[in-house]
T-cell receptor, first 116, second 113 residues
């Protein structure tokens, strides 16, 4: 069974600085997807970035980038130039590629506070 | 295009009552699912459906029923509410192929007294 671990329950960063959120996962599959979702106080689940395991290049979306280390089963999220609107709970999630379901397996989340 | 719509947004029930959480999507997505979010536990899959007329259990299905009579709708039924079902419930949908990201509704906060 796949598992996703986020070992940082809470983090804090100053506005305009860079912060990295950690995520590790466990799977015996070779093809899968990894995601970072953002959940602001409004409770919405917003997709931040995704990575296909077969791609060696790390995904980037504006100020958000990932460091995907497949052998180490690590998938960290880097937020550059942090903004107050980045304050949210961040969830790392795993999905098996081409399985019978689109089941997402979530980590327990990291609460990020951006300080002015 | 409204995306995934969940109703109600908030609900308080008494133990033993029944209710249905509604979920509708207008994106013609085949795949729909229900998750519950509890503090310190992330989101866990309750039930899912890969198309109209097809449903299956997820990780925590006990106490919940689902049906999928149309592509658009995927209601979640609590047959006899228990305090352990106090949670925030999310509905999500996507195209059936795994490479597509899931779209989430805004959630329903449910409290069972």
């Amino acid at each position: 069974a796949q598992t996703v671990t986020q070992s940082q329950p809470e983090m804090s960063v100053q506005e305009a600085e860079t912060v990295t959120l950690s995520c590790t996962y466990d799977t015996s599959e070779s093809n899968y997807y990894l995601f970072w979702y953002k959940q602001p106080p409004s409770r919405q689940m917003i997709l931040v970035i995704r990575q296909e395991a077969y791609k060696q290049q790390n995904a980037t979306e504006n100020r958000f980038s990932v460091n995907f280390q497949k052998a180490a089963k690590s998938f960290s999220l880097k937020i550059s130039d942090s903004q107050l609107g980045d304050t949210a709970m961040y969830f790392c999630a795993f999905m098996n590629y081409g399985g019978a379901t689109n089941k997402l397996i979530f980590g327990t989340g990291t609460l990020l506070a951006v300080q002015p | 295009n409204a995306g995934v719509t969940q109703t109600p947004k908030f609900q308080v029930l008494k133990t033993g009552q029944s209710m249905t959480l509604q979920c509708a999507q207008d994106m013609n997505h085949e795949y729909m699912s229900w998750y519950r979010q509890d503090p310190g536990m992330g989101l866990r899959l309750i039930h899912y459906s890969v198309g109209a007329g097809i449903t299956d259990q997820g990780e925590v299905p006990n106490g919940y029923n689902v049906s999928r009579s149309t592509t658009e709708d995927f209601p979640l039924r609590l047959l006899s509410a228990a305090p352990s079902q106090t949670s925030v419930y999310f509905c999500a949908s996507s195209y059936s192929q795994g490479r597509q990201p899931q779209h989430f509704g805004d959630g329903t906060r449910l409290s069972i007294l």
